[in-house]
């Protein structure tokens, strides 16, 4: 047993949809989670300088002496999570596993797309993955680089989502896919627009909250999971704290998150 906090990073706002999930199937676990908006996106970035991004932020969040490094993003799970599972010396945990996992036991026809950023699709993560899980697996990868500002600007419940998810799906118009992996935390906030497009028939799978089930998994296998709540949950952000707290109230209202500022600075000199 260990009271200690679970830490979360993301490259924005996106990664509170884990931890949402994370509060709720997990409600005596505390929570440490920072935001990278300030260098936000991590798509566009090589993955040299996401993994040195990522590392500093597991360093900053190991003074709260977290128990657990949760990766809740795919680009930075991609790029980083080997490394840091072989210098860290508590579990590291990653999205992409849990979600290839999830597509492969939903898809009945092996067709499976992957949505995600330019980084998580060019490092080829998930049809590795999944090609492991599924050798019968046909899967298409779709860089949806407008979704995470979309997001993160606040307009992901405006009527404007709609046509802006519409435009980056229209590659998939025609595609036979059954199953849809959510390949970035931040696409959850958009998949009433996404299950629009696709209709009702395809599945769309969250691999963030996919990635909880993981978590609880390592709790019970290490034996650290907390018998009570034993520290309060902290957010931290490394671009606008109002950004951040009304994007938080509109997600998971049921939290009253009030995040504090980190400067990137601080972050660089982790390491």
């Known amino acids: 047993m260990n009271v200690n906090p679970i830490g979360y990073m993301d490259s924005g706002v996106g990664g509170l949809t884990v931890v949402k999930e994370a509060l709720r199937q997990l409600p005596n676990e505390s929570v440490v989670f920072l935001g990278d908006q300030g260098r936000l996106p991590y798509g566009p970035r090589d993955a040299n300088e996401v993994r040195r991004f990522s590392e500093q932020i597991a360093r900053f969040e190991l003074q709260f002496d977290i128990k657990m490094f949760v990766i809740a993003c795919n680009t930075a799970t991609a790029a980083a ?3 840091l599972q072989a210098k860290m010396d508590i579990p590291v945990v990653g999205v992409i596993a849990p979600g290839s996992r999830a597509a492969v036991s939903a898809t009945k026809n092996h067709q499976i797309a992957v949505l995600a950023t330019d980084g998580t699709t060019k490092s080829g993560a ?3 993955m999944i090609a492991q899980m599924d050798a019968k697996a046909g899967v298409v990868g779709l860089g949806c680089p407008d979704f995470v500002p979309l997001v993160e600007s606040g307009k992901y419940l405006k009527p404007v989502a709609q046509t802006i998810v519409d435009a980056g799906l ?4 025609t595609s036979q896919v059954d199953t849809v992996v959510l390949g970035c935390t931040h696409y959850p906030l958009l998949a009433p627009q996404i299950q629009r497009f ?5 599945t769309l799978i969250d691999a963030g909250k996919e990635t909880v089930k993981t978590i609880t998994a390592l709790l019970d296998y290490y034996q650290l999971a907390s018998p009570r709540k034993g520290r309060p ?3 931290f952000t490394t671009g606008s704290v109002v950004d951040f707290n009304q994007l938080a109230a509109e997600w998971m209202p049921e939290e009253h998150v009030s995040a504090q500022a980190v400067a990137v600075s601080e972050l660089e000199a982790q390491i």
């Open 233 to 235: 949950n902290r957010y």
């Open 126 to 128: 998930y049809p590795e």
């Open 198 to 202: 696709f209709g009702k028939g395809v």
């Open 81 to 83: 999570l080997p490394d």
């Open 170 to 173: 229209d590659p998939l118009a």
